[in-house]
């Protein structure tokens, strides 16, 4: 079974808005990283969180962590076309993937 | 530099056939991985290597699939006997010593199997 599991597993908006997406996963955890992955492409690392941070930023991007509830979100700011995608948390060494959250940014 | 690369992007191969993948990896990392994707779903752990050794595998890897990565540097995945569950992308991925928590993707292998 997969470790981390996104929410929600489609999301649509308007270029400009925000775009928030949440990963829960099951055991304790080092770290927690999130990727995108564009339509059947490979994956591109986008931030990754430590188990004793709260918050990180990375320009448009924000991700919070919640270990005691076993989660974690992903904002993106001012969505742009090129955000669409599907992004995926992942966590530990040998990457344990969730099942991702699409996003589609309309022009 | 120019990244993870993978060959060949895509392959259609009939039931019963043997194939092999390269993934040769960014020239300085020691970690590479080999993941396997089907259509919705995020990436399944496959194996690990650091230089030579393979380190883990995973029990989605039976014993029609092997890997090897016999100096260090590329490495390749073979699947023999494929059968049409073994249509998928498979994705390949490194990382250095230092940064080992991030890892680089390739671009992907597309299988179909017939």
């Known amino acids: 079974s997969q470790q981390g599991e996104e929410d929600p597993q489609a999301l649509s908006i308007q270029e400009g808005e925000n775009a928030t997406m949440n990963c829960s996963y099951k055991?304790?955890?080092?770290?927690l990283q999130w990727y995108r992955q564009n339509s059947g492409r490979g994956l591109v690392h986008l931030i990754l969180i430590r188990s004793n941070e709260r918050e990180k930023h990375s320009g448009r991007l924000r991700v919070t962590l919640d270990t005691s509830k076993k989660s974690s979100s992903l904002l993106i700011t001012a969505s742009r076309a090129a955000d669409t995608a599907s992004y995926f948390c992942?966590?530990?060494?040998?990457?344990?993937f969730g099942g991702g959250t699409r996003l589609m940014v309309k022009p | 530099d120019t990244g993870v690369s993978q060959n060949p992007r895509h392959k259609i191969t009939k039931r019963g056939q043997n194939v092999t993948f390269r993934c040769d990896p960014i020239s300085e990392h020691n970690r590479l991985y080999w993941y396997r994707q089907t259509l919705g779903q995020g990436p399944e752990f496959l194996t690990y290597?650091?230089?030579?050794?393979?380190?883990?595998k995973s029990r989605l890897l039976s014993d029609r699939f092997s890997a090897e990565r016999p100096k260090g540097s590329f490495s390749t995945l073979e699947i023999q006997r494929t059968e049409q569950g073994d249509s998928a992308m498979y994705l390949c991925a490194s990382s250095s010593f230092q940064g080992r928590e991030t890892q680089y993707f390739g671009p992907g292998t597309r299988l179909l199997v017939l």
């Open positions: 992942a966590t530990q060494g040998m990457l344990t």
């Open positions: 290597f650091q230089n030579e050794a393979q380190l883990e």
């Open positions: 055991t304790s955890i080092n770290n």
